[in-house]
């Protein structure tokens, strides 16, 4: 049962442009979500995350947008870079009963930036 | 101020045989989280350490078991290696007062013939 998803297993875009990047959950006990990007042969890179109680956060080029009755949530890039092309992944946590340490990852999407 | 590191990079083994894979935390971090990621997919939670306890597990079995050193460093044991172990390794350090953040290191690939 996969309780996070990312349905695009790829994504391509020119630079300059923005990168939208989305993401489903399931379990309605996540109140903490994150994005990660990932280059061959190198761990996760923790990139911007977002509270339940919140449903925007913006860093820099990057904003996380929350949709919580749609248990969905987006990363925009803008504008998208070719040092942006990466694996990115969203992840959920929970903050309580127990299971309030662990991150719950989606498969990824294979972000292409083209010059 | 030197990051999450492994070791090793990578590694093979063949079925039946043990492994052992080791995590040194960021500075300052004193929780350790185990995570495998197989090929074409996210990284699934194994299990987290703080204390020198594992504080939690994920729906992995048995033959997988970790310990957490003074020092704050990791193992990651796994026992009986099956062909679907091959994957990769990754470790999260975090503290336990900004959990929220975990901070990856490179991995280590695991590839069991």
């Known amino acids: 049962d996969q309780q996070v998803k990312q349905n695009s297993p790829s994504l391509s875009v020119q630079e300059g442009r923005i990168s939208i990047l989305n993401c489903d959950y399931t379990?309605?006990?996540?109140?903490?979500f994150l994005w990660y990007k990932k280059y061959p042969a190198e761990g996760p890179t923790f990139l911007i995350s977002?509270?339940?109680?919140?449903d925007k956060n913006e860093d820099g080029r990057f904003t996380v947008f929350l949709n919580k009755s749609a248990k969905h949530l987006s990363l925009h890039i803008v504008p998208s870079q070719p040092g942006d092309s990466a694996v990115y992944f969203c992840?959920?946590?929970?903050?309580?009963?127990?299971?309030?340490?662990?991150?719950?990852f989606g498969k990824g999407t294979l972000l292409t930036v083209n010059p | 101020d030197a990051g999450v590191t492994q070791s090793p990079t990578h590694l093979i083994k063949t079925r039946g045989q043990q492994v052992t894979l080791r995590c040194s935390p960021k500075s300052g971090h004193d929780t350790v989280s185990w995570y495998q990621q197989a090929l074409g997919q996210g990284p699934q939670f194994i299990f987290q350490y703080y204390e020198e306890e594992e504080r939690q597990r994920g729906n992995f079995p048995d033959r997988f078991s970790g310990h957490q050193f003074p020092n704050y460093s990791s193992e990651l044991n796994v026992n009986a290696l099956l062909l679907g172990d091959s994957a990769l390794y990754l470790c999260?350090?975090?503290?336990?007062?900004?959990?929220?953040?975990?901070?990856f290191g490179p991995g280590t690939r695991l590839t069991v013939l």
């Open positions: 379990n309605s006990m996540f109140d903490y």
């Open positions: 992840a959920a946590r929970r903050s309580s009963g127990g299971s309030n340490y662990k991150l719950t």
């Open positions: 999260a350090s975090s503290s336990a007062a900004t959990y929220n953040e975990q901070f």
């Open positions: 977002i509270s339940s109680i919140k």
